[in-house]
C-alpha cells in the first residue's frame, strides 16, 4: 500500500478518495497520540496542564471542514487548540515556537488548485516532521484514539493576534527600511493576501496589490507563483523596481525584475548568499540547495568560494541539512528558501522582503544582482502513469543516465526521481546547449516510459 504521506503532508482531491473529513479527525487523533507522547509530555501533566497546537489554512473553501475536522480531532484527544484562521504556513511555523505550542496543524495543498487540499503537521519549534515520525502517525490511524472526559477535554479558542505577531516577526527580519522601493505583490488569492502587503507596507516599500480577492475558489487560478503574466504586466505597467509572487500558503515566492524577467528561486539564493557571505553573516560560507537546482548554481557559487550542499527534494531535507551542518541559508528553485536565523521552513513573504532589502542595501537593480548566476538550459519531462517504485531496480534506466552523464561531462548532469506527489517519473537534463538537452531528456523519458509506463502520457517543461 502506497504511503500516505508525501513530499509536504497528506495531500489530494478535497472530499475525494484520500483528503476527507473522517481522515481529517483521523489524522489529528492519531497525530495527538503520537506527538504528545516523550519528556515534554510527561512535564506538562506533571504540571497538570494540556499540550497545546497551532492551527491554520489557507482560503480554500473546503479548509472550513478540514479544519473543523481537525480541531475536532485534537481537542476530543484533550489538545487545547489555537486556531489562527487563514494564515500563511510558514506563519503557523513560527507561532508555534513563539507561544511554545507543543505541535501544529496545516490546512493548505500550496499551489495545487482549489479542488485539492492537504493536511500538514509541524513538531514542537515548528519544524516538519521526518519520515519516520510521518509514518508513525500513519501507523497510529489503527491504534485506539485518546478519549479524555471532562476536564480532559481540549478547548478550541480563537488566535486573534496570529497575523500581528507574524508581521512584526517579518519586519524585525530586516536592517534597512524599503523606503524609495515600488513593489508589486501577487498573493495568489492565498494566505498572504492579508500579511504579504501589510508588511511590506509597514517595512516602508510602496506597495501595489493583485491576487489578493480569496473567495474560497479563486486560488492560484492563474495567479502567483505559478502563473507570472499578471505579475509581469503589472511590474511593467506600473513602472516597479520588482515584483513578488507567492503560492496559496506563502511557503515560497518567486520574484520579477523591473524589465519583467523572472528571478527563480535558485537565482534568489545565490543573490542572498552572495550578499551574505560578504557581510559575514553566511554560516560556514556555505548553502543549501536540492538536487533540482540548476547547474549553474554550483558553478556560481564555487566562483564566490561558496560550498554548496545538495539534498532530496523537499524544504524539510533542505532544514536538516541546515540543522545538521549549523548553516543559516538554504531552499529549492521553486522558491522555498529558508533563513535559518529567522525560520524553520520555507517562507515566501520573508524571502521577498530579504530579496528586496538586498536591492536597497546594494543600490543595485535586481536584474543586475541576478547577473551573479548564470542559468544552465534545463530540460525537464514528466512521464505519467509509470510504476516509480521500478525506477530505482531498473539496470538498463541506470546504464542510459550513466552514458548520458559521461557524454555532457562538466558541463550538464541527468536527474531521474520518482515525484513524491503523483505517479510520474521526473526526467530532468542541464547542459550547455538547449537541444543538447532536449534530446537527451528526450531519449531518457522514452526510455522510461517503455520500462516501466503503464500509460504512454509524458508532458515537459522547459
Known amino acids: 500500500m502506497p504511503r500516505l504521506f508525501g513530499t509536504d503532508g497528506v495531500r489530494g482531491l478535497a472530499n475525494g478518495d484520500v483528503v476527507t473529513a473522517d481522515l481529517a479527525l483521523g489524522l489529528a487523533q492519531a497525530a495527538a497520540r503520537v506527538l504528545t507522547?516523550?519528556?515534554?509530555?510527561?512535564?506538562?501533566?506533571?504540571?497538570?496542564?494540556?499540550?497545546?497546537?497551532?492551527?491554520?489554512?489557507?482560503?480554500?473553501?473546503?479548509?472550513?471542514?478540514?479544519?473543523?475536522?481537525?480541531?475536532?480531532?485534537l481537542a476530543s484527544s484533550g489538545i487545547d487548540v489555537l486556531d489562527a484562521g487563514v494564515i500563511p504556513t510558514p506563519a503557523a511555523a513560527f507561532l508555534i515556537d513563539d507561544v511554545g505550542a507543543d505541535f501544529g496543524v496545516v490546512v493548505s495543498a500550496s499551489h495545487n488548485p482549489a479542488a485539492d487540499n492537504g493536511i500538514k503537521f509541524f513538531a514542537l519549534g515548528g519544524t516538519k516532521l521526518p519520515d519516520e515520525v510521518e509514518d508513525r502517525i500513519e501507523a497510529a490511524l489503527a491504534q485506539p484514539k485518546m478519549a479524555p472526559t471532562g476536564a480532559g477535554v481540549g478547548r478550541i479558542r480563537r488566535f486573534s493576534d496570529a497575523e500581528d505577531r507574524y508581521i512584526v516577526h517579518l519586519v524585525g527580519t530586516l536592517d534597512v527600511k524599503l523606503e524609495g522601493l515600488h513593489?508589486?505583490?501577487?498573493?495568489?488569492?492565498?494566505?498572504?493576501?492579508?500579511?504579504?502587503?501589510?508588511?511590506?507596507?509597514?517595512?516602508?516599500?510602496?506597495?501595489?496589490?493583485?491576487?489578493?480577492?480569496?473567495?474560497?475558489?479563486?486560488?492560484?487560478?492563474?495567479?502567483?507563483?505559478?502563473?507570472?503574466?499578471?505579475?509581469?504586466?503589472?511590474?511593467?505597467?506600473?513602472?516597479?523596481?520588482?515584483?513578488?509572487?507567492?503560492?496559496?500558503?506563502?511557503?515560497?515566492?518567486l520574484a520579477v525584475d523591473a524589465t519583467g524577467e523572472i528571478v527563480d528561486g535558485d537565482r534568489m539564493m545565490a543573490i542572498l548568499a552572495v550578499s551574505l557571505k560578504e557581510r559575514g553573516m553566511l554560516a560556514g560560507d556555505a548553502l543549501v540547495a536540492t538536487v533540482m537546482s540548476n547547474l549553474g548554481l554550483r558553478v556560481a557559487m564555487e566562483h564566490h568560494g561558496i560550498r554548496l550542499v545538495q539534498t532530496k527534494v523537499g524544504d524539510r531535507y533542505v532544514l536538516e541539512e541546515l540543522d545538521a551542518q549549523k548553516l543559516s541559508l538554504g531552499g529549492e528553485q521553486s522558491g522555498h528558501i529558508i533563513f535559518r536565523d529567522h525560520a524553520t521552513t520555507g517562507d515566501g513573504i520573508l524571502t521577498g522582503l530579504q530579496l528586496a532589502a538586498e536591492v536597497v542595501r546594494s543600490g543595485t537593480p535586481l536584474a543586475e544582482?541576478?547577473?551573479?548566476?548564470?542559468?544552465?538550459?534545463?530540460?525537464?519531462?514528466?512521464?505519467?502513469?509509470?510504476?516509480?517504485?521500478?525506477?530505482?531496480?531498473?539496470?538498463?534506466?541506470?546504464?542510459?543516465?550513466?552514458?548520458?552523464?559521461?557524454r555532457l561531462g562538466a558541463t550538464g548532469r541527468v536527474l531521474?526521481?520518482?515525484?513524491?506527489?503523483?505517479?510520474?517519473?521526473?526526467?530532468?537534463?542541464?547542459?550547455?546547449h538547449q537541444d543538447e538537452a532536449a534530446a537527451i531528456a528526450d531519449e531518457l523519458a522514452g526510455l522510461v516510459r517503455d520500462r516501466l509506463a503503464t500509460t504512454t502520457e509524458t508532458t515537459e517543461e522547459g
Do not use: Y
Open 37 to 73: 507522547r516523550g519528556r515534554h509530555a510527561d512535564q506538562l501533566r506533571a504540571e497538570g496542564r494540556r499540550p497545546k497546537a497551532v492551527l491554520a489554512r489557507d482560503p480554500r473553501v473546503s479548509g472550513e471542514f478540514i479544519a473543523a475536522a481537525v480541531a475536532a480531532g
Open 183 to 253: 513593489v508589486v505583490i501577487d498573493a495568489a488569492h492565498g494566505a498572504a493576501s492579508g500579511v504579504s502587503p501589510e508588511a511590506f507596507a509597514l517595512a516602508g516599500a510602496k506597495v501595489t496589490v493583485i491576487g489578493a480577492d480569496p473567495d474560497g475558489l479563486n486560488i492560484n487560478d492563474g495567479v502567483g507563483s505559478t502563473h507570472l503574466d499578471h505579475l509581469r504586466r503589472a511590474v511593467l505597467d506600473n513602472g516597479a523596481d520588482l515584483g513578488i509572487a507567492h503560492d496559496g500558503d506563502a511557503d515560497r515566492c
Open 416 to 432: 531521474l526521481r520518482p515525484s513524491g506527489t503523483e505517479p510520474l517519473v521526473r526526467v530532468m537534463v542541464e547542459a550547455e
Open 369 to 406: 544582482l541576478a547577473k551573479v548566476m548564470t542559468v544552465f538550459p534545463q530540460v525537464l519531462v514528466n512521464v505519467r502513469g509509470v510504476d516509480r517504485e521500478r525506477l530505482d531496480a531498473d539496470e538498463e534506466i541506470a546504464t542510459a543516465v550513466a552514458a548520458a552523464e559521461e
